[in-house]
């Protein structure tokens, strides 16, 4: 799943900065990845990836929606893969601020990252994870602190 580890987030230090991902680069290849690794999944050279900042932003390539949730989630929810920017197609959750209903969410549709509880439930509330939400809102208006 989705959930945070120290070496796959960065967190804002300061109310200008954004959360983002931390992945992996190939300095030979130039591949992208997350979570990060130590061998390039193209080249398969070792030692060549570099920690990158991504995931800020990314389009949604699909979704569904969830109406059976395991334990510590309540359903319905949606699951989505979103193609970043920097080249992965992530697994990720969509977050709380996005209502779960057909048709909120749009195969091709822009996508912002936030930081959430996991999910609201007694068993994961208390941990993060990174979440896309659209990055306009259903009215068409920019989200808010972004374009």
Not at 96 to 109: F, I, N, Q, R, Y
Not at 114 to 142: C, F, H, I, M, N
Request: proline share 11%.
């Amino acid at each position: 799943m989705n959930v945070l580890h120290p070496s796959s987030l960065l967190l804002p230090t300061s109310p200008d900065e954004q959360p983002c991902l931390l992945g992996g680069c190939c300095v030979a290849c130039g591949t992208v990845v997350f979570p990060k690794m130590p061998v390039c999944p193209s080249c398969r050279r070792n030692g060549t990836m570099q920690e990158v900042r991504i995931g800020q932003r990314g389009k949604l390539f699909s979704h569904t929606i969830a109406r059976i949730a395991p334990k510590g989630f309540k359903a319905p929810f949606f699951q989505a893969f979103v193609d970043l920017e920097e080249g992965p197609r992530i697994f990720a959750l969509v977050g709380a601020e996005c209502p779960v209903e057909s048709g909120v969410l749009e195969d091709g549709m822009d996508m912002r990252l936030v930081v959430e509880p996991l999910a609201d439930t007694p068993e994961s509330r208390d941990l993060l994870a990174y979440k896309y939400v659209p990055a306009v809102s259903p009215g068409g208006r920019g989200m808010p602190g972004h374009a």
